[in-house]
């Protein structure tokens, strides 16, 4: 059974830092690409960051570059989130998803793998 189990999430202020883990289990954690997506109410979810299997390739959405780092441990089977510079706008809950193979993409449909997600709230 794959898990991936999100942690870290929770209240700051505007300006402040967070720093997400996805711990996945269940699966070749290494020959997966990996991606945080975050959905906030009443709006459809996004793709916030991609990392290819290897860590060589990241993705960033315009809204959270220069601000968010994606990056993974494969040792521990785990890919971070660390998130500064925060603002109320990127108030969701946040997902990580494990590929259907090797490569990332954008598109949450290339995503086999998803965790149950954490909240993450900046307040103003």
């Known amino acids: 059974q794959v898990l991936l189990v999100e942690s870290g999430g929770g209240l700051v202020q505007a300006g402040g830092s967070l720093r997400l883990s996805c711990a996945a289990s269940?699966?070749?954690?290494?020959?997966?690409?990996m991606a945080w997506f975050r959905q906030a109410p009443g709006k459809e979810r996004d793709v916030v960051a991609t990392?290819?299997?290897?860590?060589?390739?990241?993705y960033y959405a315009d809204s959270v570059k220069g601000r968010f780092t994606i990056s993974r441990d494969n040792a521990k089977n785990t890919v971070y989130l660390q998130m500064n510079s925060l603002k109320p706008e990127d108030t969701a809950v946040y997902y990580c998803?494990?590929?259907?193979?090797?490569?990332?993409?954008?598109?949450?449909?290339?995503?086999?793998?998803w965790g149950q997600g954490t909240q993450v709230t900046v307040s103003s």
């Open positions: 990392i290819t299997w290897g860590g060589g390739d990241t």
């Open positions: 998803a494990a590929s259907r193979g090797l490569i990332t993409t954008p598109r949450g449909n290339d995503y086999r793998y």
């Open positions: 269940g699966l070749t954690f290494s020959t997966h690409g």
